[in-house]
Each structure stands twice: as C-alpha cells, then as structure tokens.
C-alpha cells in the first residue's frame, strides 16, 4: 500500500471534482479514473495457477463461460414471470467473474479485490469480524475489517438505501442493521451486513483515486461451496447500488487485451471513456444485465448486402453484453444456422473433431491458416462488431485443430462474452442509454 494514498493522484485527473459536502454519502459529481482489469488466470490474479495447461485452461474457460450462463439466465428467470422448461445443471457452480479489480475499503484503507460485473449491481467483498486474536488468513484472499476502519459503518433497517435492496434484505431485530442475502442457483449464498465506507480505487498509472463514501456488502468470511473463489464483487449495472450509480457516472468503457497477451486491460469511468464507434441502444434499462438488440450474424467479411445474416431472437429478443462470460453463447436455432453457414464456405479446411468434445465446430487447420478464415459480423440495431480472427477462432491444444470459440446456449438467452470482445473498446453511455463498439489495439489504448 503506498503511503500517499489519495492526494497525490488528485492531481492527475483532470476532471476530476469531488462536491463538496458535510453528508457522509456525498456523490462526487463527476469522476474519472481508469481502473485496472486483471484477469483472473493472469499472473496478478489471486488464481493464477502456474501449473495450468492450456488444456485444462481452456476447459476452465468453457467451465465457467457455462456456469455464468447458467447463472444469468436463473437470475433472468426469478425476477420476470417467464415459463421455465429448462432445467439448469445444479453441477455448475458460481464461481464470480473473469477480471479482477482491486480497490481500497476504510481508513486506515486496505487493499481487497472484486469481479468487475456488468450483470450485478452491488459493491460487495469479504469481511472478517476477528482482529488480531485471529488466525492468519488462508488463501490468497484479502479480507477487510471493518473494525480496524475508524469510518466503517453499518447501514440502519429502513434507510433509503437499505430498502433499494428489494426482496433480499433483512433487519436484525436487535440491532437494526440491515443484512442482505445473495442466493445463487447453485445454492450457493453470500450474506452479510449492508454497510458504508470510503473507497478509493487502484488506477492503472499506479495511483489510488478517492471516490468518497459508498456503500457495499459486507460479507461472512469465510465463503462456501461455489462461492469459495468469488471474493467479491464490483456490481456495474444501472440498480441503485451498483459502483455506475453510487459514483453518479454516467459514463463506463472498457477494453480488452487479446487473451495471449499477459498484460492488463483497463476500465475507464466517468469522463474519460471512450464510446465512439458504432452505437446500439440498451434494452429493458430496468433489468439486472446489459441488453442489446442482435439482428443477425453474418460469416466472411465482404458482405455487403448482408448475405447469410439470419434473424436472432432470443426470449428477451436481445443478447447480454456480459464482463463476466468469457466464450459467447448463441440460443440453439441461432448457433445451427450459424455452423450450417460455416460449412458451407469452400475456403475452409476439413471439419475435424473436437477429441474432448468442448467446441461444436472445428477445423484441421494450424495457427498459420487463420489467418484466411471468414470473419464473423455481428449486427446489432445500429452498430455492427466485426469479430477478427483471433475472436472467433480458438486453437486447441491439439496441433492442427482450430474451433470456432463459441458456445451453444441450450436456453433462450445469447450472451456475447469476453473473447469475442478482445480488441474492442465497448462503451456503456448510460445518459444515451447506448453500448459502442470500436476496433482498437486494446495494449495501447
Ligand atoms: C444481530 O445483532 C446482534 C447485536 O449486534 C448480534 O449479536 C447478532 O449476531 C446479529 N445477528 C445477525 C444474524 O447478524
Ligand atoms: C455483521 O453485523 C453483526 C451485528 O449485527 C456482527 O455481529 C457481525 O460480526 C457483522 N459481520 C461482519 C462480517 O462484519
């Protein structure tokens, strides 16, 4: 942790003014910092796993890409009145996110980490109620204390912000504070007290930036089941206590380093996103995810009259754009016209198994042949991604065999994840209620 926490890096950002305020929940009114994104495999991560072959590696990603879909469409489903005739695998567990971001809780502040989460909204990490009578921590977890904080506060039953937490807040009777539950599909539960604090964040320059008091979850360590390798969670969607609406930003983009690449991407917030490139609006702004509308997908990259783009509806007629997913998900009908599409192109080498049977589409081909594989298009209302090579395609450990990196769904719900995303700078204009996509080399952006 270094020493001079907050003040220096004021500076810095230009933009950057706090209102001042004698509230203990003063909003800064516009703040703009870049955030660091660490990928949960990368060496900076907690997980990060020396050891790990790209097999196993790549089966992880397909673990959890399906386990987070799981997850989304349950969540999708308890909150609207949708029929459910799919059962969900009670094998997959949650297990949180992709990119980790680290931030500072308290004062004396100390350091944890949370999942970025476009598809969540509270600010929750793991807290601790033991000082130093307890036992040194296990894991690679940082677990805050919110009795070492002097500015640590519990939020009461019944205030503002306690009843934003609909259906899954509590009060202690005798205390009156407010507690909140998080159950997931697999059973899995996080619970613990709502609180406050300040926060500061980790900038990419290696600076913190001070964003005031906000309010988080603070959450029984140690976690359990599936929830063991969640840590925490930075919540980005629009509900009310998501880090988006707490900060009163209305602006968020992100952009992603190609997966090969060890280095970190970044997250930019308030005024220093990017969201210029195509725009597409934001579905069903009161939801819990991010949804845009798809009008079809197109295979190769000259394709002026749109040939092959087929329509793509889901049960929510859109996609998630998800920070959490990492290979992209097509409901069933969208993916067999897709591989339909795919087969039929002459340029593309034999169609080859894969031997552990995790992508549905595979080719005999080597790294070197990529490069004349199609591209995929995808259309949304407005904007079009056009998908380069290295997002579509996946080469598996197996020399010579390259799958299309895309999953099929067995739901109603698409999501587009991380992978088809690298490279591109996606941003979230919450005042426009639009999602930009702009082709960039993410490293040096
Ligand atoms: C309720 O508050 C009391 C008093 O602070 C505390 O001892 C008890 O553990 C709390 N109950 C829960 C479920 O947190
Ligand atoms: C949550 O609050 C209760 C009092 O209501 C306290 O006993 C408990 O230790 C707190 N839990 C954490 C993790 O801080």
Redesign the pocket.
């Known amino acids: 942790m270094s020493p001079n926490h907050c003040f220096g890096s004021m500076m810095f950002f230009l933009s950057f003014t706090i209102l001042e305020s004698t509230a203990r929940h003063m909003v800064p009114t516009e703040v703009g910092f870049t955030a660091r994104l660490i990928h949960r495999d990368s060496p900076l991560s907690p997980f990060y796993d020396h050891v790990m072959s790209y097999t196993a590696w790549i089966e992880a990603t397909i673990h959890r890409s399906r386990s987070r879909l799981n997850y989304l469409y349950y969540n999708m489903l308890s909150k609207d009145t949708l029929d459910n005739d799919l059962s969900l695998s009670p094998t997959l567990v949650h297990e949180g996110g992709e990119y980790l971001m680290s931030f500072n809780i308290g004062n004396p502040p100390s350091q944890v980490m949370g999942f970025a989460d476009t598809s969540n909204g509270l600010i929750w990490v793991?807290?601790?109620?033991c000082n130093s009578q307890c036992e040194p921590e296990k894991g690679p977890f940082t677990k805050f204390l919110?009795?070492k904080s002097f500015t640590y506060e519990?939020e009461p039953c019944g205030s503002n912000v306690c009843n934003s937490l609909t259906g899954f807040q509590t009060c202690?009777s005798?205390?009156r504070?407010c507690?909140y539950r998080l159950v997931y599909e697999d059973n899995s539960e996080t619970s613990?007290?709502l609180?406050s604090d300040s926060f500061s964040f980790d900038t990419t320059d290696g600076k913190h930036v001070d964003v005031g008091y906000l309010n988080f979850g603070?959450?029984?360590?140690p976690l359990t089941g599936g929830m063991q390798s969640y840590m925490g969670s930075v919540g980005l969607n629009q509900t009310p206590l998501s880090l988006i609406s707490q900060l009163g930003i209305k602006k968020f983009s992100y952009c992603l380093v190609p997966f090969n690449l060890g280095s970190t991407s970044k997250m930019y917030f308030g005024s220093l996103p990017v969201t210029s490139g195509g725009q597409t609006p934001l579905l069903y702004p009161n939801s819990d995810a991010y949804y845009v509308k798809v009008l079809g997908i197109s295979v190769g990259a000259d394709d002026p009259n749109l040939e092959g783009v087929f329509d793509v509806y889901d049960v929510r007629d859109g996609w998630i754009i998800d920070s959490g997913t990492t290979y992209s998900s097509l409901e069933t009908d969208a993916f067999d016209r897709l591989l339909a599409k795919f087969i039929t192109l002459p340029d593309l080498q034999q169609k080859k198994e894969d031997p552990r049977n995790r992508f549905e589409l595979c080719f005999a081909a080597n790294a070197n042949d990529m490069e004349t594989f199609p591209g995929v298009t995808v259309h949304f209302d407005g904007a079009e991604l056009i998908l380069n090579v290295e997002s579509t395609f996946v080469k598996i450990e197996d020399d010579g065999i390259i799958c299309l990196a895309l999953l099929r769904s067995g739901s109603p719900v698409s999501i587009l994840g991380n992978f088809q995303l690298q490279n591109c700078h996606v941003g979230y204009d919450l005042e426009a209620q639009v999602v930009s996509f702009a082709p960039v080399d993410c490293a040096d952006s």
């Not at 793991?126 to 109620?129: A, G, L, P, Y």
């Open positions: 793991q807290c601790s109620d919110p009795s519990m202690n005798s205390d504070s507690k613990g007290n609180s603070c959450s029984e360590a």
